[in-house]
């Protein structure tokens, strides 16, 4: 299993970044798939998951809601994150990972930073 997110980076408040991880080494369209946080001195926090049945059926936290977006390519094997609306609680590093709402196999990370 391959896992390597991009996209992170430095945004203000209330803006937008799309994170992206390509998926290798399984069967992408067999698989929920999942993108979890860690902030800085905190645990690993589930952010979304989409499932492989009914064209992906999105699943978000309550801290994200109605803010991001997951979505996937499988003819791609790609997984996506729209995240708008951020703010500063929202930096972390972003992985994405096989399954649903699991952290295990995940990918290396990008880093979000949301600041002015």
């Known amino acids: 299993v391959q896992l390597v997110e991009s996209g992170g980076g430095l945004v203000q408040p209330g803006g937008s970044l799309r994170l992206s991880c390509a998926a290798s080494?399984?069967?992408?369209?067999?698989?929920?798939m999942t993108w979890v946080r860690q902030a800085p001195g905190k645990a690993l926090e589930w952010v979304s998951s989409?499932?492989?049945?009914?064209?992906?059926?999105?699943y978000y936290s309550d801290s994200v809601k109605g803010r991001f977006t997951i979505s996937r390519d499988n003819t791609k094997n790609m997984l996506y994150l729209q995240m708008n609306s951020l703010k500063p609680e929202d930096t972390a590093v972003y992985y994405c990972?096989?399954?649903?709402?699991?952290?295990?196999?995940r990918g290396q990370g990008t880093q979000v930073t949301v600041s002015s």
């Open positions: 989409v499932t492989l049945i009914g064209g992906g059926i999105p």
């Open positions: 080494g399984f069967t992408f369209a067999n698989d929920a």
């Open positions: 990972a096989k399954g649903f709402k699991t952290n295990y196999p």
